[in-house]
């Protein structure tokens, strides 16, 4: 059973860097053709796709978030990675992890995720 | 960005109704369309993927139909368990992913 777990700071001042990763256990994030993904949820709202990253590196990225978004993986650790950075109060939410697994044939899905993480940007 | 609607943002259902959830995309999708299940400070889980397709463990009262446009996940008699927010998603070729707004469905 694969599990998804997201660690980083809770708390983030206005105009750093948020950073979170996301440790995936029960399989290797190497193995079969997975997608991770990153999506987030202000507190009493909808779901934003973040962006995803296959294990060879390549990404893709929200559009209204590109300019700041990073996402990267450790496949030594059985992990990847979001940075977000110039973040503001908007930025506040709760933050998951998740496995993306389809393909051009069914669409792509969000099978697993992590239990979430909330990130308060605050001074 | 595709943008996903869904009707209505909220109901009230008692335990055995039958009870249907409309989502709409701003352009066709083919089936490229998911719907997860939220319960309070809980992650999304999978219900449904490709339209129709139930995803594994889930109970076969959830079922989804629908190609194109308009999309529809019914519940065939809710259970106290399925009160919760749904969400629809869709994976059309064009990347973002993008959500729907969101259904409450909570306790008449």
């Known amino acids: 059973q694969v599990q998804l777990q997201e660690s980083g700071p809770g708390l983030v001042k206005p105009s750093q860097t948020l950073s979170l990763t996301c440790t995936v256990s029960g399989g290797s994030i190497s193995s079969g053709s997975y997608y991770w993904s990153w999506i987030r949820q202000p507190a009493g709202k909808g779901l934003e796709w973040i962006g995803r990253i296959y294990t060879s590196g390549s990404t893709n990225y929200n559009p209204s978030l590109k300019s700041r978004v990073t996402i990267s993986v450790d496949t030594s650790k059985n992990q990847f990675s979001l940075k977000l950075s110039s973040v503001t109060a908007a930025d506040t939410a709760v933050y998951y992890c998740a496995r993306l697994v389809g393909s051009s044939w069914y669409g792509y899905y969000f099978d697993y995720w992590g239990q979430g993480t909330l990130v308060t940007v605050s001074s | 960005d595709i943008q996903m609607t869904q009707s209505p943002s909220s109901l009230s259902a008692s335990v055995g109704d039958r009870v249907t959830i409309t989502c709409r995309a701003s352009?066709?999708?083919?089936?490229?369309l998911n719907w997860y299940q939220q319960k309070p400070g809980k992650a999304p889980k999978l219900l449904i993927y490709?339209?129709?397709s139930l995803q594994s463990g889930v109970p076969s009262r959830f079922s989804g139909s629908g190609s194109g446009t308009d999309f529809t996940l019914t519940i065939s008699s809710l259970q106290p368990e399925d009160f919760a927010t749904y969400y629809c998603?869709?994976?059309?070729?064009?990347?973002?992913?993008?959500f729907g707004p969101g259904t409450k469905v909570d306790i008449k």
């Open positions: 352009q066709s999708i083919s089936s490229y």
């Open positions: 490709a339209a129709s």
């Open positions: 998603q869709q994976s059309y070729s064009t990347l973002p992913f993008t």
